[in-house]
């Protein structure tokens, strides 16, 4: 019980609260520093010097590199993440659209495969003739409707 006093006296709760916003400003502050390293990498308009112009100031001179990024190029740090998260989601709907296209197909063959199994449930086919149709429909070459 007496080391629980000791903490109480040593370490107020107001030191707590102290160091929680502390190690909450320095997580944000490695997030931003990322966040801006990511950004001179990613940016385009930049040529190789003038990034690695920008990476050896925020890297030499974390703080100040940091501020001067942001007051210069902070503006459209937004728009660059914007058009990268856009150009992604246009990337991931064309790739949704062409695999939809070729589940479309698949679909087709399906269809044919569940009519040609009536058809043969009806006795209008022999099991050989069904079978022959079957796998000129899975190899692609059978007649679409």
Do not use: C
């Not at 080391?3 to 944000?28: C, E, Q």
């Not at 010097?49 to 942001?70: C, D, E, N, Q, R």
């Amino acid at each position: 019980m007496t080391g629980m006093t000791y903490l109480a006296y040593d370490y107020p709760l107001l030191g707590a609260l102290l160091t929680m916003v502390v190690f909450f400003l320095w997580i944000m502050w490695f997030i931003l520093l990322f966040r801006v390293v990511v950004d001179i990498v990613r940016d385009d308009s930049l040529s190789g010097w003038v990034k690695t112009g920008w990476l050896v100031f925020t890297i030499v001179l974390p703080f100040l590199g940091v501020f001067v990024y942001v007051i210069a190029r902070g503006r459209n740090m937004g728009r660059r993440e914007m058009a990268q998260a856009r150009a992604q989601q246009e990337a991931l709907d064309s790739y949704i659209r062409e695999t939809a296209k070729g589940a479309g197909g698949g679909t087709g063959s399906v269809d044919e495969l569940a009519r040609l199994s009536e058809i043969k449930a009806r006795g209008d086919i022999s099991d050989d003739e069904f079978r022959r149709a079957k796998e000129l429909v899975l190899s692609g070459h059978g007649p679409r409707s």
